[in-house]
């Protein structure tokens, strides 16, 4: 049981860290309907500038607060100088972002240098809990509850605010909400930089985690967002979440009883949902006048 416990603990860590990552990516592309494959470039971004602000002030709020806003700005550049030119064309959309990916990453070795960076947790998130037999570490759980409540926060502004409305109409029907006053584009721009901001935030929270942070970290991960969102469904945020922690118990378990099958069990399981459900756990579905 207590190892049972453990196992869970480090898998629900890990899927928050992902949901994060690929919530960013719902978010962008279930409501401008963007394919950007430059989302690990962003969460590679949020890790370095997270880390090195952390570093220089000594404050880890103060590093989450500069990934995130870092994240929020080279989302603001990306969404305005590569994504606005290629709205509508998903084809155009995935090469441009892909070419952006690469070229993230590389930057990420001319500013920083190309070796893996170490990261040490904060001393207040360091360390354990033993209650018996159950080791609980302090930063998996700090990670949980961070994943929890962000979660809460955007699904209370999406379904219970006029921000959330005014979103959600601009997706279901751009042209009328663009008729009655509101200025999609700008709601867009906002969106994508919330959800560039998201991926940052997720890179900083990952480097303590894992330990080190390297540039190529990005694609790695970025794999797994996209093995979420695909689990969960196109555009659906409760699917994101559910599917990783879905991948995140996954390889938690899998890493322990068969190691072997560890890296291939979140593509067994998006083969599986592929099979038997191909539109996702989830999927929001847009109303369209006719």
């Not at 070795?109 to 159950?134: C, H, M, Q, R």
């Amino acid at each position: 049981m207590e190892l049972m416990v453990n196992l869970m603990i480090n898998g629900l860590a890990t899927g928050m860290l992902i949901f994060l990552l690929a919530a960013g990516l719902t978010l962008i592309f279930g409501l401008m309907d963007v394919l950007n494959f430059a989302h690990g470039g962003l969460f590679v971004w949020g890790a370095y500038a997270g880390i090195f602000t952390y570093m220089y002030t000594e404050s880890f709020l103060i590093g989450i607060l500069g990934a995130i806003g870092t994240g929020a700005l080279l989302g603001l550049i990306t969404e305005k100088l590569i994504i606005t030119p290629v709205y509508g064309n998903h084809i155009q959309q995935i090469l441009i972002t892909l070419g952006l990916m690469l070229v993230l990453q590389e930057m990420i070795k001319v500013v920083f240098g190309p070796n893996g960076v170490p990261v040490k947790t904060p001393s207040y998130l360091a360390g354990s809990w033993e209650i018996g037999d159950v080791i609980i570490i302090k930063y998996r759980l700090f990670i949980i509850v961070v994943g929890f409540v962000i979660f809460g926060i955007f699904q209370y502004m999406l379904k219970r605010t006029k921000i959330g409305l005014i979103v959600r109409a601009g997706v279901q029907d751009k042209d009328m909400a663009q008729a009655l006053g509101i200025h999609i584009k700008q709601v867009f721009l906002y969106v994508f930089m919330v959800g560039a901001a998201l991926a940052a935030l997720s890179g900083m929270l990952m480097a303590p985690y894992s330990g080190v942070i390297y540039a190529e970290m990005g694609m790695e991960y970025a794999i797994l967002g996209f093995i979420v969102v695909v689990i969960g469904g196109m555009g659906s945020f409760s699917g994101s979440l559910l599917a990783a922690i879905l991948v995140g118990l996954a390889g938690s378990f899998m890493a322990y009883y068969v190691p072997v099958l560890s890296l291939a069990v979140n593509m067994i399981l998006m083969a599986i949902v592929l099979i038997f459900r191909p539109q996702g756990l989830f999927t929001m579905r847009k109303e369209r006048s006719t």
